[in-house]
């Protein structure tokens, strides 16, 4: 009875996930006809100012701002708060700085992905594919650690073993996502973000109650000064919290799955109201869970037995809660590595089959039949997606290291490339090409050879690194044609100058 | 909603861009300032360390604030389509 009330509530979560997917694909039947990816891929420009901040927002939470971000917050207190804080700028800086440009380019040149914009700025196929394979690659990385994770809770929640957890859990991410594509995706990671609130308001209440109120919980919290302190008595260094500052804050601008969100929204007034509604959503998550993190201290003085700083939140949900509002809260960190998954996973495909496959149709110069395209995606999405599942039933270590990479790896490739490329004029194809590869093997190698950087985050090099090649590059390289610099740079030029479309590459 | 050529629509997004890069200095200068600035003096609000409260909580309300300041006050409405007809044949 006890786990019929808790897997109740998830299990209606994940029915309502399916449907979502199956009835948007019903929905969508005449768009696809017409132009099949720009519908499945970035959701034919539609999305609204709420749905683009709450996709925005749940495809950043991942399972780790629910699970482990709070359980080290647990162990160091308000420090790992303050830390926390730096993902502020998460939602508004990326619509802020790119949104419109990229909303207004993506409908002159007809581009649904990041790559179609890479590809027309820098007229490179070559650095196109670079991309799409960097995409591709810590995508999956991410995904396999999600599905891992969240397959994880999902067990412990219902009381069964992993596999059969993860095929649950996994399989409904996969269906609803290869059925509906990105408006799916953008409807159930909206379904997301207010489980993971809701989830939140749960949580804070129970640890509260469970903790005898503020004074008590602070009461105890003072028996452990380091934990009032923003450097938790040295163990947050001030460089690490620089480079938190460039990691979960400022470079989080070149992270292709926010930057796609940016060719998917309606008109210039949804994107004003995303930015609001993001700024508010992602702060209220990030301050909040880590919040009651820390508060939870105040609840549980040690460890779950066998545990690490993983297993707080969890065990917390659990000792803490009525099973019925257990259901309801674990329904968050599931929702969290949910709307990752499903948005990583209909990026990847439309790496795949846009970027690479149906790319190379057009250069053939064969018509692109959109039946063939259709049915290829839905597949390509589903592939991908069981590729991972399978992956994760025994993770090879290799995936460790690439999840590891994969964020920073994202942002070292992709920040330079489109800031620079539509901001300065004499960014091109040397510049971008050098930082991109070099970039992202500087930022892969000294991480992976645990290069000490006096306390930096490999972040550092990456991003430093990538900029100093970015602009060697460009100085040294030919610049780009200048119908692409009438394109992307018109200000430039005098009013009434004709703006070409660039043929296709 | 303004109507703007496709060069005008740039000038504007500049601006836009810049903007957004002021809002996220100031907030990032905030939170050193409100935190480690303050973490000496021994001060409380809500029960709670003071600059805990006033650097996380404070930075959020103030990212809303500007970036709400940002979109009704810098921020133009504009059609983001293509419907520029300059310097086309």
Redesign the interface.
Known sequence: MQVFLVLAPVFLFLIVMLAVGFIIQKQSEKDRAVNFSKDYFIGGRSLGGFVLAMTLVATYSSGSSFVGGPGVAWLRG?GW??LA??Q??AA??VM???G??M??IS??IDAVTVIDVIRVRYQSNVLANIGAVLIVAFFCGTMVAQFISGANLFAAAAGINYTLGLFIFAAVVVAFTSVGGFKAVAITDTICAIFMLVGLGVLTSAILTQGGG??AI?ATLKTQPQM???TSGGTIPVRLLISF?MLS??CTLGLPQSLVRNMSYK???S???A??YG??VV??MM?GMH?IGVLSRGVLSALPEGGTTDSVMPHLIVTCLSPVMAGIAIIAPLAAAISTVSSLLIAASSSIIKDVYQHSVEQSGAPVNQKTVAKFSVIATAIIGLACIVVALKPPSIIVWINMFAFGGLQTAFFWTFLLGF?WKKANTAGAFLSMVGGVFAYCYSMWAKIPLAGFHQIVVGIGLGLVLFIIGSLIGKPNDEKILKLF???T?P?????EIPERI | MAKMSYREKFIQMNKEAKATWVVAIILIAFWWIAGFGTAGMDYTLFQMPGWFVLSCFGIWILSIVLVWFLTSKVFQDFSLEDDDTTGKE
């Open positions: 308000f708060v303050y804080m730096t502020v700028l508004f800086l802020g700085v790119m419109k440009k909303a207004v409908r002159k503020m004074s602070m009032l302190e923003p500052w804050g400022v008109n210039s007034r994107l004003h109201q930015m609001i700024t508010i702060g209220a301050l919040f901001f740079f018109p200000e030029y009013e009434g100058a004709k703006i």
